[in-house]
């Protein structure tokens, strides 16, 4: 690499935005989490759809950063790969949002530009997989998305951009689109049942795995960060949520489809939400899971709750010390090539900068962002800092006044975000 990769890569860091560059260039702290879900993907590959999993981890602990590990590692496997983080418009109580936001950021190992239209357009479809869309169609909730498809690859100029957008579940495009296979494919076309946004809409999120896998990838990996955000919505959005974020991680077995779902939040959720003394959810939930949806809908919930906080899932562990060290030396490394020491390296820098910023009691994203200032000063005045605290971390309050529980209102305006978290929560 030269200067300015280096340069690129250490305001990657200090900016809290893991890259492919500074993933590949920094030690693995989490092994241990990595060869677990290494092992899924490998039944994931052998065509079993394995549960998926949480992250757990204090605000700074590294959760973005393992997402960010994992997202690469499941592309130099062959897979398709999905991340998203939630946001006040976008989170897992509405499953017709949360699809095309899921399509839109899908990343394939060849493809430098997220999305299908190239893969799709300068790519051969191999035969076998048009022979099996009547088999795929039987696996849906609806065939329709069978349909659009073999629209799609008549390769119509004029409607391939609808038919595609269809296909990844933008609903504007569904009516048009049903239009278009009705023309086509009339006296087969009218043989199918009724198809309604509501009901059937899922049918294009189960297409895509097998699409995916149809274009010679090996299945569909869903990542999702700042699941905390489900806790900042309304009571009827929160379950709405929870029962979205069952389905994906398959925890309840109500799909077989090829694909794997991770979803990282910090241990707030589960403490002041899940357990906590304003909302309990754990208990709260499978109540109104009864009153609206009835008693399977609320062992359903029981079971996500029992699940949430099983030893299945992950949980970040404050870093060791060796493996601190070994960290802080690479970041040493990269520093010192992106910018110009005025002054020599001292040999006890590392051990020297780890006792200034008392890192035993900080979260690892605290830890590198301190480090990369007191490099900064050190490289331009030669002198390192008697002592350097930050408090860059304040404790998440579930507890504010949750918005109306009407569903419509609940999805657009649950939460109130928290800009430094989402900045520096790697």
């Not at 499978?286 to 009153?291: K, R, S």
């Not at 890192?359 to 002198?383: F, L, N, T």
Request: glycine share 4%; charged share 25%.
């Amino acid at each position: 690499m030269n200067k300015t990769d280096y340069i690129l890569m250490l305001e990657a860091i200090r900016a809290g935005i893991p890259s492919r560059i500074t993933v590949d260039a920094t030690t693995d702290l989490r092994h241990h989490l990595v060869e677990k879900i290494d092992k899924d993907l490998s039944l994931l590959e052998s065509g079993i759809s394995p549960k998926g999993r949480l992250v757990w981890g204090e605000y700074g602990q590294g959760k973005t950063h393992l997402l960010k590990l994992i997202e690469q590692q499941i592309l130099d496997r062959g897979f398709a790969v999905s991340y998203i983080s939630l946001s006040r418009n976008l989170n897992l109580s509405n499953h017709m949002n949360l699809f095309p936001a899921l399509a839109s950021h899908l990343r394939t190992p060849d493809a430098k530009i997220p999305g299908l239209l190239n893969p799709l357009t300068s790519d051969t479809l191999p035969q076998y997989f048009l022979q099996k869309l009547p088999e795929i169609a039987q696996k849906l909730c609806h065939p329709l998305p069978t349909y659009v498809f073999k629209a799609f690859a008549r390769y119509d100029a004029q409607s391939m951009i609808l038919l595609y957008n269809a296909l990844m579940g933008k609903k504007e495009n569904l009516t048009r689109a049903k239009a278009i296979c009705r023309q086509h494919f009339k006296p087969e076309f009218k043989l199918l049942p009724r198809f309604t946004q509501k009901e059937h809409l899922l049918s294009f999120f189960e297409f895509l795995p097998y699409l995916l896998q149809g274009l010679g990838y090996k299945a569909w990996v869903i990542l999702i960060d700042e699941l905390e955000i489900t806790g900042k919505l309304g009571k009827v959005a929160r379950l709405k949520s929870y029962q979205n974020l069952n389905w994906l991680l398959n925890w309840s077995k109500q799909h077989q489809l090829p694909i794997y779902t991770l979803a990282a939040s910090v241990k707030a959720l589960q403490d002041e939400v899940f357990f906590g003394k304003k909302k309990n959810d754990a208990t709260q939930m499978p109540v109104l899971a009864e009153e609206r949806l009835g008693t399977e809908a609320a062992a359903q919930m029981q079971r996500f709750f029992d699940f949430a906080t099983d030893s299945h899932n992950l949980v970040l562990a404050p870093v060791h010390k060796k493996e601190l060290v070994l960290l802080l030396d690479q970041l040493l490394e990269i520093h010192h090539q992106a910018i110009d020491w005025q002054y020599p390296i001292p040999d006890t820098f590392v051990k020297d900068a780890i006792k200034t910023i008392d890192a035993s009691h900080k979260p690892i994203r605290q830890v590198i962002r301190i480090y990369i200032e007191i490099m900064d000063m050190y490289a331009h005045s030669g002198k390192m800092p008697v002592s350097f605290t930050e408090n860059l971390f304040t404790e998440t309050d579930f507890g504010e006044e949750e918005p109306s529980e009407d569903s419509s209102v609940s999805d657009a305006a649950g939460f109130q975000e928290t800009s430094i978290h989402k900045l520096f929560d790697l």
